[in-house]
């Protein structure tokens, strides 16, 4: 398993984030669905290594960046993985090879492989033709492609996504979830969204978080299976199974 955690517990103050959570998630392309507060970015920022958790077990990439784990285990994982965060930092006076550059460079990447990377990173993203533009003068659904091309630049064998497509417009979107289809035959790609079509689209399976907890974890098919069996729901399949699964869970009822 690329990605692992075992009686995950996040606190933020007095509100328990994620409460012993099991997970384990190997090659390809994972949704993360869950209402907002459900505890969905703090597993990623765990999973990223930007945040460590109270209790629990996290291993990624085979190292053990847990509670208490050595420093340099939790840089080497660094250096594997992508991340993109609901508001990443940027600077506006860098071009953006200028900007997807420094990130390479703070992954260490060979300095004989950069350019190419970052050559390749932004064409994967449709930005080739404004690779050598001020970040300041793009559109905000530019500016996100340019925070995936940066958390792609490395070839990460875990990628983490939380919102990645915030802003972009239907026909991106689309070339989107193609991009991530295409990254999950090599890595492990974690997707936190709201827009459930994308995981239906995109993702292999998904996990579906409520109040810190896991209320759901099965393939997409089964989840859109779901939503055909729900009655008295709108909606699309995918949407209608998302539901099901929420009120299942919160009835102890089980799916």
Excluded at 86 to 106: D, M, N, S
Aim: overall charge negative; aromatic content about 4%; charged content about 25%.
């Amino acid at each position: 398993m690329t990605a692992k955690v075992a009686g995950l517990t996040v606190r933020h103050r007095r509100k328990t984030a994620l409460d012993a959570v099991d997970l384990d998630l190997p090659r390809g392309v994972h949704g993360l669905l869950g209402p907002n507060g459900a505890g969905k970015t703090s597993l990623i920022r765990v999973l990223a290594t930007v945040s460590a958790p109270d209790a629990g077990c996290v291993e990624l990439l085979g190292r053990d960046v847990g509670p208490g784990a050595d420093h340099r285990e939790r840089a080497a994982v660094r250096r594997l993985l992508g991340y993109l965060p609901q508001e990443f930092g940027h600077y506006p006076g860098f071009t953006v090879r200028e900007f997807v550059g420094y990130v390479a460079w703070l992954k260490e990447m060979d300095g004989a492989e950069v350019a190419a990377a970052v050559e390749r990173a932004v064409d994967r993203v449709g930005l080739g033709d404004r690779v050598d533009a001020k970040v300041k003068t793009l559109s905000g659904g530019m500016v996100r492609r340019v925070g995936i091309a940066q958390a792609i630049v490395n070839e990460p064998e875990l990628l983490l996504l939380d919102e990645p497509t915030a802003g972009l417009d239907p026909e991106q979107r689309v070339e989107f979830r193609a991009l991530l289809r295409e990254l999950g035959r090599t890595s492990t790609v974690i997707v936190s969204t709201h827009l459930v079509e994308d995981v239906a689209a995109a993702c292999t399976d998904v996990t579906l978080i409520e109040a810190g907890r896991i209320a759901y974890r099965g393939t997409t098919a089964d989840l859109i299976e779901l939503g055909d069996a729900a009655d008295g729901l709108g909606g699309n399949p995918i949407e209608r199974g998302y539901t099901a699964a929420l009120r299942a869970h919160r009835t102890g009822a089980g799916v």
